[in-house]
Every structure is written in C-alpha cells, then in structure tokens.
C-alpha cells in the first residue's frame, strides 16, 4: 500500500490536475501523470518482491531482575537468489515506542545482525512483537509487511535487596523433615529417594546403578536433620496500598524469597487474593515464585483475614513472614496470634501511618519498610541484628 510520501505524491498529482484544468496548464497534467505512475510502479515493486528471508529473534536472557540488562538480538538472512530490497524492520515492544531498524540491500547468502536493549526499569511482563518486515521501494512511496517472528516474552522480576535470611524457622522433628525432603539433594544424613538430576547438582550424589537402569541422570535425594521453613504472605489488595507501596512490597517479598533460597529453607508463599503455592524449596520453586511475584497485580477482591485464618490450622510451623502495605492494628492482632503456631512472626509495613503498638503486638518483630531509606536497611536494622532468635 502506499505510504505518506505515496499518498502525498498521489494527493499533490490531483491538486496539479485541478490546477492545470484550471488554467490551461498542459505541463501540470504531464506532471501529475508522472507522480501517479511512479506511485503505480513503486506498488508494482513492492508487490513483486519476492523475499526468502530467514529471521532469527532471541531475547537474553528470558528472566531479569528490575535493573537488570535485557537485550533483543536479530539476525536476517538472505537465502534467496536476488538482492533484497531495502528492508524495514519494526518490533513492537510493550509500554515503547519499540525498535525500528533499516536493513540495507542483502545479495544472496548475506547476513546482517543487529541489538537493541529492553526496558528492565519496573517488574512486569513485557510483550515483544509480532516482528514486522517491511519492503519498500527505492523511493520510500509504497511498502508491504509481513510477519518475520512471532510474539516473545520477557519477564521482569521485582528488584532484589541482597538481605540476610531471618533465622527461627528450623524443625528438629526427624518426621516433619522427611515429609519435606530437601529438594536440592546437596545437603543430608541419611539416604531418603531418587529424582532426576538438576543442573547444578552435585555429581558426587549420582546413584549410578539407577542411572544405567534408566539410562538417565539420577540423584540420592537424602533427609535433613535441620530444615528452616519460611511462610511468607504478601497483602496485595488494591484498598492496602498505594502504586509505590505495592511495588515497594513486591520487592521486599522477592528479598525475602531469594535470602531464604540462598540459606535453603523450605519457602511456602500466600496471598491475600487467595494464592498459595504450597511448601517446597530449590530452584525451579523459587522461580516459579517470582514469577507469580512479577506478574502479581493489586487485586479489588480478597481477604488478608482468610490467608492468616488458614495458617492457625498449619502443620508446618517455622518462621511467617508478612508483607503488608496500609496495617491496621486488627491485622498485627491477627498477625500476634499466630506466634503460638510459628516460631518468630516478622511484619513489613511499606505504607504508613504504622498503627499504633500495644501489648499483643509485642510477640512481633516489625519491619517499617515505609521510610525513603527502603526496605533493605529497616530489614537489616531490625531483623539481621536480632537473627530472630527463639527458644529451640
């Protein structure tokens, strides 16, 4: 179809044919004829080309962190027997004005590559495409698209505090640790069942008989005679937070998330909007938690006192650790007594006012994530110093 420039010369071949009507002007009708045939064979151009385009699109890496660098790399190649024409290559990206590249004339067998960086400022899901090629004739006045790659995905974690992992959250039961058997596989005593090897493993735990019995990796997974477990809640009502607060709240859960991670506790993660992914520990778990955290909007609906209702009637114990945004003195009453059933209760407020403290509210450690300073020195101010520690 024809582009500005097509429709402009087509517009302005008119205006010469009215004119020369007008005044008798011969000379304007040859113009406009010409402007119009020259927009005719610029379609014909452009509808003729015959493009055997190969296009490779790769996003790297898949998964960042807020702030971290993202890049798309291109690769066009032509496999055709005549020169391409120039190319243009337009990459929508969500929440930009995406990625325009000009692609030169390529002969046959040639190849041209380019990059561009992604914006990783703020955690989310960012749509990348359809990739449209589009062709164009030499004096830019008609151009046709295709698609050359389809949609990709980037996912933006929220930003990470490097933090310590709070202590308090062990279970000395020899039962409750064989219920949840590390799954990591790096650490334990005593041998428990077999799973499939994980990158990173270590090979020293290859059980090789199993191994040539299924002709694929198998790994000892063994019990833990020690296994800090780590509930965290994160409040994400819409009515409990500002934009800021939310983000700010995402971020101090992701902190939380990957400290326990890196100290291997079993992490359990639920939300007021009804979430709950269940206690396990390793990898492909805690990213399958930041997944959730990344894509996590303020929800209109949910109880932040149905989440908390459920964890009286938990089994697992260990350390609970809540994210809330806007707390009122009715949540941290709901949040203390919950100390008879985990061994340190840690509440991170990131939007004030904080409520006023009483007595009940003593069996709590608080955590004023709302100041400027951020969440990572309230955290490690209050909860790094103490280590949580509680009577074994």
Known sequence: MPTRYGWLALAAAAVM?????????IELYVVAAALGLLVVLA???????????RINRTVTPTRVHAGDAARVELGAANRGRRRTPVLRLRDPVAGTRGALLNVAPLRSGDAARAAYRLPTARRGVIAIGPLQVEVTDPFGLASRRA???????????PHVDRVAAPRGGGDRNPAGAALNANALGRQGDEFFALRDYVVGDDLRRVHWPSTARHDDLKMRQDEMPWQDRTTVVVDVRRAAHTAESFER???AAASVITACTRARHLLRLLASDGTDSGTSSGVPHTEALMEHLARAEPAGRGSLRQALDS????????????????????ELDGLARLRGTFRSVVVVVTEGPLPSRSALHAALTLVDATADGGFAPAWGAVVASERAEVPA
Do not use: D, I, K, W
């Open 17 to 25: 044919v009215l004119v020369g009507r007008a005044f008798g002007m």
């Open 43 to 53: 379609l014909v151009y452009v509808r003729t080309a015959r493009l055997q385009l």
């Open 147 to 157: 698609v050359g790659a389809p949609v990709l995905e980037l996912t933006v974690f």
């Open 249 to 251: 709240a995402m971020s």
């Open 311 to 330: 964890l009286v009637r938990s089994p697992h114990g260990g350390l609970l650790v809540s994210v809330l945004g806007r707390a009122t003195s009715a």
